[in-house]
T-cell receptor, first 116, second 113 residues
Framework: DTGVSQDPRHKITKRGQNVTFRCDPI?????LYWYRQTLGQGPEFLTY????????KSRLLSDRFSAERPKGSFSTLEIQRTEQGDSAMYLC??????????????FGSGTQLSVL | EDQVTQSPEALRLQEGESSSLNCSYT??????LFWYRQDPGKGPEFLFT???AGEEKEKERLKATLTKKESFLHITAPKPEDSATYLC??????????????FGTGTLLAVQP
């Protein structure tokens, strides 16, 4: 399977703990995105990378959140000092370089985070 | 502020009963409108991209259309396996060449046999 892979699928943690999620994009895609989705809502943009450069971050992304994409391959999203409001599905997506009608995002299955 | 509104929030159909889902949008400049399908516990799955008013795309029982203010997803003779949440999203022209999507809240479709 050459789709977007996310790990773990589920994470339960206690409030105040740090958590880290991993995303492996489709290999030839140089753009990688993180979204967050809560129940009954559409995905909400968090941040995106072109290769290893983080080019945009949402204003909603607090200082407790940090994302990296070393060497422009896989990416990690870390949440420090988790809060109950961080409970959500964290989705990763990738896309090729924008071109003529070539801009769709491919999503992984997500990591479901529950903060107790 | 860019905004995407989907209606209805939920729709229950009998198998074979055709209907339409609506996505209205307010953006400074539309670069593309996307339809995704999402099954429970999974990420969104791409269905269609529309770029200009008057454009239409079809795939099996689904047909997407676009005007300057809204898009419709028409479902013809649906089957139970079409049950899912259908998400609409837009890409805008400003902010650089990002592929960032702005999503609506989705329409939860249930097709009963």
């Amino acid at each position: 399977d050459t789709g977007v892979s996310q790990d773990p699928r589920h994470k339960i943690t206690k409030r105040g703990q740090n958590v880290t999620f991993r995303c492996d994009p489709i290999s030839e895609h140089n753009r990688l995105y993180w979204y967050r989705q809560t129940l009954g809502q559409g995905p909400e943009f968090l941040t995106y990378f072109q290769n290893e450069a983080q080019l945009e971050k949402s204003r909603l992304l607090s200082d407790r959140f940090s994302a990296e994409r070393p060497k422009g391959s896989f990416s990690t999203l870390e949440i420090q000092r988790t809060e109950q409001g961080d409970s959500a599905m964290y989705l990763c997506a990738s896309s090729p370089t924008p071109g003529q009608h070539n801009e769709k995002l491919f999503f992984g299955s997500g990591t479901q985070l529950s903060v107790l | 502020e860019d905004q995407v509104t989907q209606s209805p929030e939920a729709l229950r159909l009998q198998e074979g009963e055709s209907s339409s889902l609506n996505c209205s949008y307010t953006v400074s400049g539309l670069r593309g409108l996307f339809w995704y399908r999402q099954d429970p516990g999974k990420g969104p799955e791409f269905l269609f991209t529309l770029y200009s008013a008057g454009e239409e795309k079809e795939k099996e029982r689904l047909k997407a259309t676009l005007t300057k203010k809204e898009s419709f997803l028409h479902i013809t003779a649906p089957k139970p396996e079409d049950s899912a949440t259908y998400l609409c999203a837009v890409q805008t022209n400003y902010g650089g060449a990002t592929n960032k999507l702005i999503f609506g809240t989705g329409t939860l479709l249930a097709v009963q046999p």
